[in-house]
C-alpha cells in the first residue's frame, strides 16, 4: 500500500470484548457511529495498513464494539488492539466551501490582514464553544511569541482560507 496517499486516522481499536472477537472501537469522527459510514477499513499494525471490514457494530452502554471480519474469538481480536483505523484520503466525505478538515489546516501559514506571519497552524482544539487554532510562532518572531490561539471564527476573526497556497488570513493583532 505505499504508492497510495497516506491514510487519514478516523479512530482506534481499543480493547477486546467478549470472547468472540469483539472489540471496543473509538472513533475520532464527529458522532460515535460516524466511522462506520466509511468502508473498507484500514488498520495500521506493525506499521503497515491492512484492509479490514466490519462485519456488524452496535452500541454497548457509552461505547461502541465492533466484529471485523475474519476475527473469531478473543485471542485474535486482541492482536488489533490500539491500532489506529484509516481510511484513505478520497473516502472521506466532500465539504461545502466554507467547511474544512482539520487536517487539511494543519500546516497552513497564517498570516494577518496587515501582513504580518504569525506563524503556522500546528493543531486545532475543540472548545465548548469554537474551535481554536493553536499556532506555532516563527523562531525570530518580533512579539516574542512562541505560540498563539486564534479563535476559528470565520468573518470575525477567518477571513480567508486557501488551502490550495496553504495559507489562512485573520484579523488579529500579532502581539495578542
Not at 488489533?80 to 478538515?101: K, R
Not at 504580518?116 to 506555532?136: A, F
Not at 488551502?163 to 485573520?170: D, E, G, M, N, S
Amino acid at each position: 500500500m505505499n504508492s497510495n496517499p497516506e491514510p487519514v486516522v478516523l479512530g482506534k481499536i481499543g480493547s477486546s470484548y467478549g470472547v468472540k472477537g469483539w472489540l471496543r472501537i473509538t472513533a475520532y469522527t464527529e458522532t460515535v457511529e460516524g466511522i462506520f459510514e466509511y468502508a473498507p477499513w484500514l488498520v495500521q499494525q506493525q506499521g503497515e495498513w491492512r484492509e479490514v471490514k466490519v462485519n456488524r457494530w452496535r452500541f454497548h452502554g457509552n461505547t461502541v464494539i465492533a466484529l471485523l471480519e475474519g476475527l473469531e474469538n478473543r485471542e485474535q481480536a486482541q492482536m488489533l488492539t490500539n491500532c489506529d483505523i484509516g481510511v484513505l484520503p478520497q473516502q472521506m466525505q466532500a465539504l461545502p466551501e466554507d467547511e474544512f478538515y482539520w487536517r487539511d489546516l494543519i500546516g497552513c501559514e497564517v498570516i494577518n490582514t496587515n501582513g504580518y506571519h504569525m506563524g503556522v497552524v500546528d493543531q486545532i482544539v475543540e472548545t465548548g464553544s469554537n474551535d481554536v487554532l493553536l499556532i506555532k510562532a516563527n523562531l525570530k518572531d518580533a512579539f516574542g511569541k512562541v505560540e498563539r490561539m486564534i479563535p476559528f471564527v470565520t468573518e470575525q476573526f477567518i477571513k480567508q482560507v486557501d488551502l490550495t497556497a496553504k495559507q489562512i488570513i485573520v484579523d488579529w493583532e500579532p502581539d495578542f
